[in-house]
């Protein structure tokens, strides 16, 4: 396998075995791997004329709610219009807007002189794998393929039952299979946004928002269950929040105006706000105000048990602290520290211990499994004589909240 990418510094990193993600098996993978024939990184897309099958993963980010920002995508097909051979086929991950493939990558290919269909085939097999989980989802997800024609559909299930031995969903076009992957992610922005009210409209009435999930999931509909997902301190990475923009623009851009998509997004982006309130409201029953607190935020990246910091909703909870004029510390042991300086305009503590020490306020924003061992009654004694524990992504069993508050600590969770 050949991976070429333009990030001259990442591709050196990985042809020294060093990978920068935190992705359970992903560093062992890279350092046995590569190097080797089963795996090179380079620079050079010239690399590419050895490959079979290309497939294409680049950046699609957007901007004003939707526009792709197409760069990355169109560098990407015009390197390769410079480089493709006859009888290679080309498959496209990234997330689109329905129609960009057949519209925008399609003309770019064919400016090689070669001819979609009969000269090399061309799919879109959307990346559905979630961060974190990736080499286990890889083994077990369906892999959904739209193709171009028939042959290039027929010869991307191939290669993917081939390559993974996973089930393949053949789709009737690439506009059917883009749209799936818009369909998955409006699926589960829309969820976490009524996962979140839920959890808003349970902490009114005094119960623990995810006893009311664990039961209302116990019913059957359609061909699964009920399946409330998790409320947190917000949505962040940078697919759930691009993706359902993208289906939303692309519908205003056809005269249809989607309507659950900005509702989801905006309930969604105000979440770190609703987990600043409750920091507040914990530090005022403990009679202090924010500008006289210290706040230890453990967990700085968007989801658990990833290093990723891209549009973390922990972001605006730690700028709204420091503009009410509370002390933050910050500590996460699976994020690269200059890249939290970056984000936060403050360099993270190197240990728990550092960060926690003396503080009124532990938020915990994304929960690590390293911060499993953590030892409760050893953290007890290094915070303030009064401290509130914010779990923002935690999800503490009752028991561990009984521990919390039997050793002294206020505790408070997202509808719980
Ligand atoms: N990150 C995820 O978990 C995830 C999950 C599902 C789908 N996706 C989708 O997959 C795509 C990639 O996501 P990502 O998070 O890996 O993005 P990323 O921005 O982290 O990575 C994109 C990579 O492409 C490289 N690149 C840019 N232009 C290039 C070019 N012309 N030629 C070669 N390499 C080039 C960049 O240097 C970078 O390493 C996006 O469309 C995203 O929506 C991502």
Redesign the pocket.
Known sequence: MIG????AT?VEELAGGHCRFSEAGLPELVSRLAGTAAFQATTE?AALAAADVVIV?????IRDQGVLMD??LR??CE?LSRHLRPGQLLIF????PAGMTRELVLPLLERSGLTCGTDFGLAFC??????GN?LRELRSFPIVVGGWCDESADAAAEFWRRALGVEIIRCASLETAEMV?LADNWWIDHNIAMANELAMVCATVGVDVLDVIAAANSIKKGSGSVNILLPSVGVG???LT??PWMVWRSAGERGLALRTIPAAREVNDGMPRYTFGLIVEELAKLGRAPEQAKVAVLGLAFKNDTG?L?ATPTQPVIAALREAGAEVTLHDPLVDEDEAEKTFGLRPCASVEEAVRDADCLAVLAWHRPFRDLDLTWLRRQVAPSCAVIDGRAYYPRETIARLRELGFAYRGIGR
Do not use: N
Request: charged share 35%; aromatic share 2%.
């Open positions: 070429v990418d333009t990030d990442l897309y993963t680049v950046g699609t980010p760069l990355q560098g990407a390197e991950k990234s997330t689109v959307p990346e559905r794998l979630s961060e990736a992957k990475g940078s697919c691009k993706d990723d891209r």
